[in-house]
């Protein structure tokens, strides 16, 4: 990757000290704005720092200039905001004619001296945007000695996949390192899509071997973890972050902008304590298909991946189920299905889903989940169910039968999509001491702790088999009077919580039934 064009620190400030007697001047020459919007005086962030970009009190902004094109200083954009946040976002425009190496002005702050550091924030790029060939940076951490290192996140647009590049200085040999996905999942950032990315930086503090940490989650998604990082040589090896800039850097080598394209932060979080769960233990599966492989997961009987629909904050991928018109009671238009190897006694499991609009929903059942004994001795069920899509949980074979969401009843509509969590933990024996617990959209509707999920002939089964499997019915003698379809999206399956990983749709209301 080409070395971007970028002021140093220490030249910054030593500018913005003497720019206020030849900012006239010095624009004119070097055909660089200092300076616009705040000036760039030091902001110390005081962790733990989380900004949602009401305004940009919190941050030093500039604009800059380079070949005759100006791009503005980052200015808060109160059109745009990311999911749950409550401020506007800060945009970054990159103008037509944009060269590039070069930022389209940038964001900083002071942070405190920090060895290790948690860091989260929001992006989304506009409709359309141009990706440079060579990438688009997101945001720098650097050393006491900008001289002495720092290191971006990007996202390259080889394949538009998140990486982490490394630039310990003195240069010592292949000193730029990139960092990518090594956990088997890494979807490809689209543009028109918000994303919540979260990092660990932990410097490394010897040479021989490199071991600083960096670990990266895309959505709550574990994407990156590795233990081998350069961050800083042996020359600086006791300087620490101690300055952070959010500085969309396009590209390093290739054309210019075409087409003029923006690039919004938001809810941009800085803290020593984690953020997020650690990435052991890891989750047992995480799909969002949007490699357009259903692998781990299968597909049969007419469930298709499509790129026409995704729930928010993913890639644009999703599965399709299809109920033609005339469809009958009691049937499935596809299957997705995971095998547990090992069974299971207690599991996390996450989904999204939408019903598309005017679904007709049948007054029995509309199933969306069968958890399942190998060879299917007994099974429970998810459902929107009873007339209403409330969504409930019912045994098929054995036990208490059904489960409502009691805490908060929650009525799920058609045309938005919603999140189910669950955890459930299996009786012992006959004993009614099974654990079911449920989320939608991060409200909790369900808490029960004394299910019995098989007994009898099952007693002390495993679970095996998850079908998701959105059965029309199975009562009756209804059929669909017109096509309706089901989407699904982004499955987790864990051992373990999901820890701050309860989100909510930026689309669909609260529908909240009292």
Not at 406 to 425: E, Q
Request: proline share 8%; hydrophobic share 35%.
């Amino acid at each position: 990757m080409a070395k971007v064009k970028r002021m140093s620190k220490k030249v910054f400030y030593s500018l913005a000290a003497i720019a206020a007697c030849v900012i006239i001047s010095c624009s004119a020459v070097l055909g660089v704005v200092l300076w616009g919007g705040n000036p760039p005086t030091a902001r110390a962030a005081t962790l733990p720092f989380v900004d949602h970009f009401h305004n940009t009190s919190a941050w030093g902004t500039m604009p800059y200039s380079v070949g005759g094109v100006t791009a503005p200083a980052p200015t808060v954009d109160n059109t745009q905001n990311a999911p749950g946040s409550p401020g506007g976002a800060l945009r970054f425009t990159h103008p037509a004619g944009w060269p590039p190496g070069y930022e389209p002005g940038k964001a900083w702050t002071d942070l405190p001296q920090a060895e290790e550091l948690w860091t989260e924030y929001w992006f989304k790029y506009s409709d359309e945007f141009e990706f440079d060939m060579t990438g688009q940076k997101h945001l720098y951490w650097k050393l006491d000695n900008v001289e002495a290192s720092d290191f971006y996140l990007a996202v390259r647009n080889t394949d538009r996949k998140l990486w982490l590049t490394t630039q310990p200085r003195p240069q010592p040999p292949g000193y730029s390192a990139n960092y990518v996905s090594n956990l088997g999942y890494d979807p490809t950032i689209q543009p028109g899509v918000w994303y919540k990315v979260t990092t660990y930086i932990k410097l490394n503090t010897t040479t021989s071997p490199y071991n600083g940490i960096c670990r990266v989650w895309l959505n709550d998604i574990p994407l990156m973890d590795h233990t081998n990082v350069n961050y800083r040589t042996s020359t600086y090896i006791n300087s620490k972050m101690n300055f952070l800039e959010l500085c969309p850097v396009w590209g390093g080598n290739g054309p210019k902008v075409a087409k003029t394209g923006y690039m919004w932060f938001d809810a941009v979080r800085l803290q020593s304590n984690p953020i997020i769960a650690p990435l052991d233990p890891p989750n047992i599966a995480s799909h969002g298909f949007d490699n357009g492989q259903a692998s781990p997961f299968v597909l049969s009987n007419g469930a298709e991946i499509i790129s026409t629909d995704s729930a928010p904050g993913s890639a644009p991928n999703s599965v399709r189920f299809t109920h033609p018109a005339g469809w009958g009671d009691g049937y499935q238009p596809g299957r997705i299905s995971y095998t547990l190897n090992p069974t299971l006694d207690e599991i996390w499991l996450q989904f999204s889903f939408k019903f598309s609009e005017n679904f007709f929903f049948h007054p029995a059942a509309n199933k969306l989940l069968y958890v399942k004994t190998p060879g299917n001795v007994a099974n429970w069920v998810l459902n929107c169910d009873w007339g209403r899509p409330q969504i409930v949980w019912r045994n098929s074979h054995h036990g208490e039968g059904r489960l409502n969401n009691y805490i908060t009843p929650y009525t799920v509509l058609p045309g938005f999509w919603y999140t189910i969590k669950m955890h459930a933990k299996m009786n012992t024996g006959n004993n009614a001491n099974g654990i079911f617990e449920m989320w939608i959209n991060g409200t909790k509707v369900m808490d029960y702790n004394n299910v019995t999920f098989f007994g009898g002939t099952s007693a002390n089964m495993k679970m095996g088999i998850l079908d998701f499997d959105p059965i029309f019915g199975g009562a009756g003698n209804y059929t669909k009077p017109s096509i309706d379809n089901l989407y699904m999206d982004d499955f987790k399956i864990s051992t373990a919580d999901f820890h701050n990983d309860n989100p909510q749709s930026p689309t669909a209301p609260s529908n909240i039934v009292v």
